[in-house]
């Protein structure tokens, strides 16, 4: 396998993108990346998108995406994992380069959700779950993290201050994000004060419905060392899958697909958690977060809420987790989410940042997860230059 | 989503009966009933039906509804281990929601669950209830 290198990144303004179609936002996502990386034609695409179909009445996104970014005849490949897509792309994209099938793949990840109201919004998000055995008797996705929280809470002690604190270090780190959709700061009493959703999980403990897009160009490192400038390397990849329904899980307060992919992408690249220096993290709700905390091994098992507390995972911490500002405050386009982990993991290894950069960035980790816990998609990204 | 009356249909045995699958080889138990045995491999189960009698595992009580359950808010939702050993998720009524607790013991009765719109299929399935011993 040839070793990969990201040497473009993109994205849109995040947020209700009411001017702007399903095809518009991939694309204009894409010219920046291509902008970016300096090149103009592609080998490959691969398209990160939960469902153009229950969204936007539109399948067959390959066709539609080269066509409309002026790559007729470009391979292009739609993957589909959910809220995990996007991270699917990516990797398809590296495999597409690695394998020596393509010397340029672009990973494209979109989602266009306003285009529906927020019934169907909810109902086609609720189809990451088990139709037949849980929506079917009424269950959302923050009542499946609302029941993850539940446990936690009652085997390890985790509080609401601590959920809650999720959201304000992730607004805190978003307030800094030119691109997020609420780059706005919250108190931690703002927040556990907030509406109730799904007890214990409240508005402000949940990622919003947003329009947006995002891509990386991915090439061989060979190709990428001859560009003179910055470039990030795919060194572990992880990818690994759970039951669909939350019932059957064995445990749960834990996220074992996370554990798994997680421990799969770390012997990939040869490292331990300890050597990561920050994390992009599926924080889609805030228990999501504390759980990721724990299944990638960075605090044992019920450590998570007081690390949170003890700023651990602030920007200025020793471990920062979604200094983007994450699903909480960036906004979720469910599609694009896994391709925007990866463009914030680069600007941060190139030392982009801005005001939210993390000293230090040379290995990230970025965690993509579907629905309640059924796949998850991991990256360990390295900075070269 | 409206549907083919096939798509509910199909469910029936898992949905009215409680039927689950019982491996031949390893006795493991699978809710809803599966093709292969994600434990030993094997493709060989017996149908048994289940007591649906156990215990509150999670939950948690629904606020924002999706369509076709918003006149049940608040309603609970929560995962029970049952007796025989496998965990099940579904409503937990007939309670105040503000009321109940890990452990609780509760028991299935045939209830309606939704229906698809004014001219879409009723569909009826199990909900739990506090299990009085009745």
Redesign the interface.
């Known amino acids: 396998m040839k070793e990969v290198a990201i040497i473009g990144i993109g994205m849109t303004d995040w947020g209700e993108l009411w001017l702007k179609s399903l095809r518009d936002i991939a694309v204009e996502a894409a010219l920046n990346c291509l902008d970016d990386a300096g090149v103009a034609k592609v080998d490959a695409i691969t398209i990160g998108c939960m469902s153009g179909g229950l969204f936007n009445a539109q399948e067959h996104l390959g066709s539609l995406v080269a066509d409309y970014l002026g790559q007729r005849f470009v391979p292009a490949t739609r993957v589909e994992s959910a809220c995990a897509s996007g991270g699917l792309a990516v990797k398809t994209a590296y495999m597409e380069v690695a394998s020596g099938l393509a010397e340029y793949a672009l990973a494209i990840g979109v989602e266009k959700m306003t285009d529906v109201d927020g019934?169907e919004a909810?109902?086609a998000l609720?189809t990451a779950a088990d139709q037949?055995?849980?929506?079917?008797?009424?269950?959302?996705f923050?009542?499946l993290y609302?029941?993850?929280a539940?446990?936690h809470m009652?085997k390890y002690g985790t509080t609401l201050e601590q959920l809650s604190q999720v959201t304000v270090k992730n607004h805190d780190n978003g307030s800094m994000n030119p691109h997020a959709q609420f780059p706005c700061k919250f108190t931690l009493e703002q927040v556990m004060n907030s509406?109730?959703?799904?007890?214990?999980?409240r508005l402000l403990h949940c990622s919003p419905i947003t329009d947006g897009g995002a891509a990386v160009l991915l090439t061989t490192v060979e190709v990428a060392k001859k560009l003179n400038k910055p470039y990030a390397v795919i060194t572990g990849i992880g990818h690994a899958t759970d039951t669909i329904?939350?019932?059957?899980r064995k445990d749960?307060v834990k996220l074992e697909v996370v554990e798994q992919a997680a421990q799969r992408a770390l012997k990939m690249a040869g490292k331990t958690i300890k050597d990561v220096n920050f994390a992009e993290v599926h924080d889609c709700f805030t228990i999501a977060e504390i759980m990721v905390m724990e299944a990638i091994g960075l605090v044992k098992p019920g450590q998570a809420g007081p690390a949170v507390m003890d700023g651990l995972t602030a920007l200025t911490g020793k471990f920062p987790i979604n200094p983007s500002g994450g699903l909480k405050s960036k906004g979720h386009p469910v599609g694009a989410t896994g391709v925007a982990q990866v463009v914030e993991a680069v600007a941060q290894l190139r030392g982009e940042a801005g005001k939210r950069q993390v000293k230090n960035a040379r290995i990230a980790m970025t965690q993509n997860m579907g629905g309640s816990g059924g796949s998850s998609i991991i990256h360990i990204l390295e900075a070269r230059s | 989503m409206s549907m083919h009356v096939a798509r509910h249909w199909r469910e029936t045995p898992e949905r009215y009966r409680m039927e689950a699958a019982k491996c031949k080889k390893c006795g493991g138990i699978h809710f809803p009933s599966r093709l292969i045995c994600p434990d030993c491999g094997t493709r060989e189960f017996e149908t048994i039906r289940l007591a649906g009698k156990g215990e509150l595992v999670t939950y948690t009580i629904i606020r924002v509804a999706p369509t076709g359950f918003k006149d049940l808010t608040p309603y609970a939702v929560g995962i029970v281990k049952l007796d025989e050993g496998i965990q099940v998720m579904g409503q937990v009524v007939d309670c105040n929601p503000e009321q109940l607790k890990v452990g609780d013991r509760l028991v299935t009765q045939f209830r309606r669950i939704n229906e698809e719109g004014k001219t879409g299929m009723i569909l009826y399935g199990y909900k739990f209830v506090p299990d009085v011993g009745l």
């Open positions: 019934n909810t109902f609720a037949d055995y849980e929506a079917f008797h009424g269950i959302t923050p009542g609302a029941m993850m539940h446990a009652k509406t109730m959703v799904a007890d214990p999980m329904a939350l019932a059957q749960l």
